[in-house]
């Protein structure tokens, strides 16, 4: 909430991350340094290191196929992950 006491939304986050970032010069080298962007990563990770399932919770999606988006398909990742278990 913000200091009216209003959910912040997509304009109103971009605005503070861009004041972050230009606050801590910090340099996107390219990268799309948006609010979606962070979410969009954040969204990737918890389905890789943890479930879709527990990521649909978190990120509030109301159907799982939303959530199953963000899931990398990684070959490396899967190969890893039959390894560890034998």
Same mark, same amino acid.
């Given at each position: 909430?913000n200091g009216?006491?209003?959910? %912040? ?5 971009? %605005? ?19 609010? %979606?962007s962070i ?30 988006? %963000? ?16």
């Amino acid at each position: 909430m913000n200091g009216k006491g209003n959910p %912040y939304g997509s304009t109103s986050l971009n %605005y503070l991350l861009n004041q972050l970032i230009e606050r801590g010069s910090i340099k996107p080298a390219g990268r799309d340094l948006s609010w %979606y962007s962070i979410r969009h990563g954040c969204a990737t990770v918890w389905v890789d290191e943890e479930n879709v399932h527990d990521a649909r919770e978190q990120f509030r999606h109301k159907k799982v196929e939303t959530t199953l988006g %963000y899931a990398p398909s990684r070959a490396e990742s899967r190969h890893n992950k039959v390894n560890s278990k034998w």
